[in-house]
């Protein structure tokens, strides 16, 4: 061999030894970093060796890591902008690794000799955990931080990921209403800033989450224990929306995102001039004595165009400061949003013949829905202090919903008409619905907070809300058609309706707390007494008129090509408003309460008594014979509570707590009405009682450190007279099938529930688990064939889980955050299990939700000079909401879309996923 090549080769072995004995020899820094006033992770921290350009920032945990550092001494430097710079002198003696623990102290600013700090950020995720770990009560946050990185747009979607709820979708997938430990949506209140809101809704308590644009809350908060000065109706819990505060210095911020949703890369998008529709109806604008003439009806909701949508529109603002020597805080913010949503759906009519052969499928119907979704928030925050002792805020928001949609259906009769699906002929039916809803909520509420002296404190709150929602003019119009040979066209005109609805409901309402400090033994107690007031006022409107056509023999694509050329005939001229769909209803609160919190340096126990008189009436304004058109309930209530909290080391809590707390009826659910839907009857009841509840939790809580937590904890609630909807058979008329409400005994509703939140350098883990199990008894039909062979109906008594309750709900996101990038990433997973959709009035019969899995992520990279942008795709598996019977029958062998083994498929709508692409800058 060349000696010059084995010299080459020789060098080269020795040099590689040379840098591996270095990398061998070299050491590595591990710390991490604390803030000194709260032990929580210091996170966004540059760390740096002097001298050098080795540099690491500490992550979400507050840890950082420097590595192959040679044998030496070091000068270790940090700074932030938040904290007072430090330097730390460390060597290296080899291959080993030093580890540092260092707390950092808040940064200050002179101004004028005036020293001026920086206030908590009650956005961050370190604050509400903070929250949770101070609490009184049982309770969860979701930060605003966390909020603005997560894959959601509205309240609904983010509340979704607390541990122990749920959610109830609208029709194009959205999240609308909260379902809490199990229990169903009214079950649970909504408060603004700590102060309850009315419902848009035409009949019930229970507002929808959906209207809330999430970019303008500052956190989430869901209480699951109630305690004396805390309104006593909510049995599963009460959810409290805080908006975004007034900062300590000029802040601006801002964001601007389109996007769009698959579904609408598949088909075409239906909508119509919404803008040429008649708020009011020919009734409301020319009085009662009016005929009204096809002229007085508008054609631009029967005006349909099929195109691709214009892509989803989204933006908010928001900029606030402190004037008067920071006496004066102000925060103005807004949000829009302008989206195209939808669901391609598929549906199954039954009916129940004998129930030992299940259910008999009669009609599929095929529908489009096509919503386009504008949503808007306004919002401002005004706080003026007197002085150190006295402070007044001023709160206004302004929330809106409008939902422009249209329903395009195709049904196909499976019974009758000559189905033959093998040569391709069938009966149809098409209809196509046009549905403009505009939901508004408004809230103004005036508090003050005074320092009377060491002891004696005052609170007191003004508020006023004001809930409303307004559908004018919803029209369907039904065509007949057929299938021939596997050919499909429309043929003659149905009778059509167009109705209009309106509803308002007004809340005034006064509070006052008084709060008094003293020392008993060595353990600080707060006595508060307090009480509240409210007025409600409702009212309700609804106008229906029926079409017929003028020529029933005419022929679609023959004599009218289109909705807006059908000749109509008005068969009831001054329209249907005897119907108890009109009504007023009232209601005043009157509350008081004592309360007492008793602290000691590892425990605290806070209990009293809360008293609610109730004053709940109605009164139909166009009665047509009911037997009680006008009626009121009046009780009274007594509620005690007591939570125990004790601290065995500071970081572990101990809790375990009883309340008690009651369900009001809804407003309408105790009103004689009887309405006729699309396929069933429904009724109020006025019989209909109060549910009252005993409530107990346990919970076992550990945060290792200010960010991570682990929660364990087990609820059980005892429900007398629980409210369930239920499908029933008239007592006289034995043939009349309706939906109703009703009181049924006792219901026993009890669960587990596992948080854990974990972060590891730029990693973390946020996943919770809840198991909830309820039994409720309530009667059912069953037919069976009697001895003649004759089919005969028997009452039966059937146990089932709680309406809308799922056993196993939950929710796993992995967090990725990289401070030198300016990256934040998100993957959010969550399961809810199967639940009951629709009570049935037969046995083994009710609508069972399948359970589903929902994935969405986040995506956002922020730059150094205050921009960003940001990704968010929702709903990434594609999944349907898929509703079914558990039996089958032999009478559905060969219908399309019927291959469950042992289940009947009753609904199923798919949604598509949605992307959005944004910009945020923040100043």
């Given at each position: 061999m060349d000696p010059d090549a084995m010299n080459r080769k020789l060098y080269l072995y020795i040099l590689l030894l040379l840098c591996l004995s270095g990398t061998l020899s070299a050491g590595t820094l591990k710390g991490k970093l604390f803030e000194a006033a709260t032990g929580e992770p210091a996170l966004g921290v540059v760390i740096r060796i002097e001298g050098t350009n080795i540099h690491d920032i500490s992550g979400l945990d507050g840890s950082f890591s420097i590595n192959n550092l040679q044998k030496g001494s070091y000068r270790l430097s940090i700074s932030h902008i938040s904290y007072t710079s430090i330097q730390k002198e460390f060597s290296i003696d080899g291959n080993e690794t030093v580890r540092l623990e260092l707390k950092l102290e808040a940064a200050s600013l002179s101004l004028d000799e005036i020293a001026v700090t920086a206030k908590r950020d009650g956005s961050s995720d370190h604050t509400a955990r903070q929250m949770e770990?101070?609490?009184?009560?049982?309770?969860?946050?979701?930060?605003?931080?966390?909020?603005?990185?997560?894959?959601?747009?509205?309240?609904?979607?983010?509340?979704?990921?607390?541990?122990?709820?749920?959610?109830?979708?609208?029709?194009?997938?959205?999240g609308q209403y909260a379902i809490l430990r199990g229990m169903d949506k009214r079950y649970n209140y909504t408060l603004v800033n700590g102060a309850k809101i009315p419902s848009p809704d035409n009949k019930y308590r229970y507002v929808p989450l959906d209207i809330f644009?999430?970019?303008?809350?500052?956190?989430?908060?869901?209480?699951?224990?109630?305690?004396?000065?805390?309104?006593?109706?909510?049995?599963g819990g009460a959810v409290n929306m805080v908006m975004k505060d007034a900062p300590d210095k000029f802040t601006f911020s801002a964001n601007?995102?389109?996007g769009y949703n698959e579904l609408f890369m598949e088909r075409k998008f239906i909508s119509y001039d919404f803008k040429g529709v008649r708020e009011k109806s020919p009734y409301e604008r020319n009085g009662n004595q009016y005929n009204a003439l096809p002229a007085d009806f508008s054609k631009a909701p029967v005006n349909y165009s099929s195109k691709s949508p214009l892509p989803n529109l989204l933006g908010s603002v928001a900029i606030g400061n402190r004037f008067l020597h920071d006496r004066l805080g102000i925060l103005l913010a807004g949000s829009y949003q302008n989206t195209y949503r939808g669901s391609n759906s598929l549906f199954f009519n039954s009916e129940t013949v004998d129930t030992l052969r299940g259910e008999t499928l009669t009609r599929m119907s095929e529908r489009q829905y096509s919503e386009q979704q504008t949503r808007y928030g306004l919002h401002s925050k005004i706080d003026f202090r007197i002085n150190d002792k006295h402070k007044i805020q001023f709160y206004n928001a302004l929330m809106s919903l409008t939902n422009i949609q249209v329903r395009d259906s195709k049904s196909t009769q499976l019974t009758i008409g000559g189905y033959d699906p093998e040569l391709g002929n069938a009966t149809l039916s098409y209809s196509t619905r046009s549905r403009l809803t505009r939901q508004q909520i408004l809230n103004s509420t005036l508090q003050g907070k005074h320092q009377l002296s060491d002891r004696f404190a005052l609170q007191w709150s003004a508020v006023y809300s004001k809930a409303t929602n307004k559908v004018p003019d919803n029209v369907t119009v039904p065509l007949a058609g057929i299938r021939e040979n596997f050919q499909e066209r429309k043929t003659t005109v149905d009778d059509a309706s167009r109705r209009w609805e309106h509803n308002s409901d007004r809340d005034l309402s006064a509070y006052l707390?008084?709060?008094?400090?003293?020392?008993?033994?060595?353990?600080?107690?707060?006595?508060t007494a307090g009480g509240l007031f409210r007025d409600k006022s409702r009212s309700n409107f609804y106008n229906n008129y029926q079409l017929r056509p003028a020529d029933p023999f005419a022929e679609y694509g023959k004599d009218f090509?289109?909705?807006?050329?059908?000749?109509?005939?008005?068969?009831?001229?001054?329209?249907?408003?005897?119907?108890a769909l009109n009504y007023d209803a009232t209601e005043q609160i009157k509350a008081g309460f004592i309360q007492f919190k008793a602290e000691t340096r590892n425990a605290e126990i806070l209990g009293g008594v809360r008293a609610e008189a109730t004053n709940q009436g109605y009164s139909m304004l166009f009665p047509i014979g009911e037997d009680r058109?006008?009626?009121k309930q009046v009780y009274t209530d007594f509620l005690p509570s007591v939570h125990f909290k004790y601290k065995p080391e500071e970081n572990i809590n101990l809790r375990a707590s009883y309340f008690r707390s009651i369900n009001r009826p809804g407003f309408f659910e105790i009103v004689p009405y009887r309405i006729v839907q699309e396929e069933y009857q429904e009724r109020g009841n006025p019989e209909l009682k109060r549910a009252i509840a005993d409530n107990i939790d346990l919970r076992y809580e550990i945060f290792p450190k200010a960010s991570e937590q682990f929660m364990v904890g087990a609820f059980f609630k005892n429900i007398k007279n629980p409210i369930e909807y239920t499908l029933q058979r008239d007592a006289i008329r034995g043939q009349d099938i309706y939906y109703s409400p009703g009181n049924f005994g006792n219901a026993k509703n009890y669960g587990l529930e596992l948080d854990y939140i974990k972060y590891v350098k730029q990693f973390g883990i946020k996943a919770n688990y809840t198991y909830t199990h309820s039994r409720i008894t309530t009667p059912k039909s069953r037919r069976i064939r009697n001895e003649s062979g004759d089919l005969q109906t028997i009452n039966v008594e059937q146990s089932r889980p709680l309406y809308g309750q799922s056993a196993h709900v939950?929710?796993?996101?992995?967090?990725?955050?990289?401070?030198?990038?300016?990256?934040?990433?998100?993957?959010a997973g969550g399961y809810t299990g199967d639940r009951i959709n629709t009570v049935s009035q037969f046995v083994d019969n009710d609508l069972w939700q399948k359970g589903f899995v929902q994935m969405d992520a986040s995506f956002e990279k922020t730059f150094t000079n205050g921009l960003g942008i940001f990704l968010k795709a929702n709903n990434l598996l594609n999944t349907p909401m898929e509703v079914y019977m558990k039996n089958t029958s032999e009478a559905n062998v060969g219908i399309p879309?019927?291959?469950?083994?042992?289940?009947?498929?009753?609904?199923?709508?798919?949604?598509?996923?949605?992307?959005?692409?944004?910009?945020?800058?923040k100043f």
């Open positions: 770990r101070n609490a009184s009560q049982v309770m969860n946050i979701v930060s605003g931080k966390t909020i603005q990185i997560s894959p959601d747009l509205t309240v609904a979607n983010v509340i979704q990921r607390i541990s122990g709820v749920s959610i109830e979708r609208n029709s194009n997938g959205d644009p999430s970019d303008l809350l500052e956190r989430l908060e869901v209480y699951k224990a109630l305690t004396p000065s805390m309104e006593g109706d909510a049995i601007v995102s389109t707390n008084a709060t008094y400090n003293m020392t008993i033994g060595g353990a600080q107690v707060e006595w090509t289109d909705y807006t050329t059908i000749k109509w005939a008005i068969q009831n001229p001054r329209g249907s408003v005897a119907s058109p006008n009626g939950a929710n796993l996101s992995v967090l990725y955050k990289n401070q030198n990038n300016g990256i934040d990433a998100q993957l879309h019927q291959d469950l083994a042992d289940k009947t498929l009753i609904r199923r709508d798919r949604y598509q996923r949605s992307y959005l692409l944004g910009v945020r800058y």
